[in-house]
């Protein structure tokens, strides 16, 4: 299994934990196995060099993997039950300098935002203005 590339199990349900084995496959670019019943916590996939592309999502996984390889380009863990803080996604993701997309949405990860002050910001598209203000640029 050392020269498999891509591994879709996706819409399969199957169901238990990954073996820590997963995370030594080093030309592995695609790991795809959203919507099925994996769970538990993830292995690192940090020995997984070549991989760019991790989704997980819609699964039953608790907690973040506890490394990504920095080769990263996608990473899917939306409609998960993890339970991890802001702080430690911000710090997975902090290692992926290659990370283009993620997708977090429907998880258990609590976030304070905080409150910002002053006009709301442009964008290249456009908004609507408040009259009397000067909009920051972001």
Known sequence: LQSLMWM???????SGTLPGSVGQLRSLEKLDLHDSRFGGPLPSLAGCTQLASLRLSANDFTRLPP??????THLYLDANPLNATAAE??????TLPSLHAL?????????????????????????ARVPGTTPRHC
């Open 103 to 127: 997708s977090v949405g429907f998880v258990s990860v609590p976030m304070v935002l905080e409150r910002t002050r002053g006009p709301p910001c442009t964008r290249a598209t456009g908004s």
């Open 67 to 72: 490394a990504l390889p920095p080769s990263l």
């Open 89 to 94: 996604l911000s710090a997975l993701t902090a």
């Open 8 to 14: 879709e199990l996706y819409g399969t349900r199957l």
